[in-house]
């Protein structure tokens, strides 16, 4: 009797402490809940992909990599030592919709990034949204406070393993190579997430995703061929952000006591100067980053953030892979799981 007094008791207090962070997070407890709303509806629109398999109406390439998805999961439990998961067992049909967007800003004059913070995961500099009209209302609102921001969809996301996540149709129009990447990529985030350090985080699983996706494909001549080629421009492209990154760093100090109407006119021009380029560098595909100069001159600073937070640690972690693990990938990921 003592002991279930006891328990009733704790869940009455526990229950207290909740309802009042609710009170007091009134906005982001709304937001959470249209989260979840929206994976959830989302999982609830899956199917798994045995079944998926069976439907006639999928070309044999698209059934192709329906069946890749579990090679490349086995592979990155077995071979890589990535936690198994649920994840991307089941299929969600898009219907050549978007599904998420995503919301990112920085200050106009300072490459800081405006953050979130959220229960579990801490802060992160970036936020997302299953309802595209919710997003913009954030982009808008961000823009009105003054900050360099950018709305964009994401072709997949990872809610750390705690729901199963689904392959999105759209994922199935990737290139063999660059869905292992992508899918080695998200998994990685359900291996590893460190709360609060969104920038390591996700350069991590870039790292780790691109050289898992390298030994992936190492018996596949020509894919890995294919492969090698994006991600030579990809190197090409973001050696030239970082360097400009950095010249505009120097150019916002330089610049802290001007005027602000000549100051905001002198980036747009530096801007202007960087996106023309972008357009003559020695790309093997140029198409590709067609979009990308675009959005140096719509969303300014937050373009830069964005290319920071996923490829800004790579010579880092290239160091740190050969000189510490001597190229020993699986080793690596194994002392980051501890």
Request: aromatic share 14%.
């Amino acid at each position: 009797m003592k002991l279930r007094i006891f328990f009733g008791f704790t869940f009455n207090i526990i229950a207290m402490l909740c309802f009042v962070w609710l009170l007091c997070n009134a906005a982001l407890s709304i937001y959470l809940l249209k989260m979840g709303q929206g994976q959830m509806n989302l999982i609830l629109n899956t199917k798994k992909i045995e079944e998926v398999l069976k439907n006639d109406s999928l070309t044999a390439e698209q059934k192709e990599k329906l069946l890749l998805v579990e090679k490349i999961k086995k592979y990155s439990v077995d071979s890589l030592g990535y936690k198994p998961t649920k994840n991307f067992t089941t299929y969600f049909n898009q219907k050549g919709q978007p599904v998420l967007w995503i919301v990112t800003a920085c200050k106009p004059f300072r490459f800081e990034a405006y953050e979130w913070k959220f229960p579990m995961i801490g802060k992160v500099s970036y936020k997302g949204f299953f309802n595209r009209n919710t997003a913009m209302a954030e982009y808008l609102r961000l823009l009105r406070l003054g900050y360099d921001a950018d709305l964009s969809t994401v072709s997949a996301w990872s809610t750390l393993g705690w729901l199963p996540d689904p392959i999105l149709s759209s994922m199935l129009r990737r290139s063999k190579g660059r869905l292992a990447n992508l899918l080695f990529h998200e998994l990685f985030h359900a291996t590893y997430y460190a709360r609060g350090t969104v920038n390591i985080n996700e350069n991590l699983a870039n790292f780790i995703s691109y050289k898992a996706t390298l030994k992936f494909l190492a018996n596949d001549t020509i894919e890995m061929r294919r492969f090698c080629r994006g991600a030579q421009d990809d190197s090409i492209y973001n050696k030239f952000i970082f360097e400009e990154y950095e010249n505009l760093r120097e150019f916002y100090k330089k610049t802290e006591g001007m005027d602000s109407l000549k100051r905001a006119g002198a980036k747009q021009l530096k801007l202007q100067a960087i996106y023309r380029k972008a357009g003559h560098l020695p790309f093997q595909d140029p198409a590709r980053f067609e979009y990308a100069n675009r959005s140096i001159l719509a969303t300014k600073n937050a373009f830069f953030i964005d290319a920071q937070r996923y490829d800004g640690l790579y010579d880092s972690l290239n160091g740190v892979l050969n000189g510490r693990y001597k190229g020993n990938l699986r080793q690596m990921i194994e002392d980051l799981k501890k």
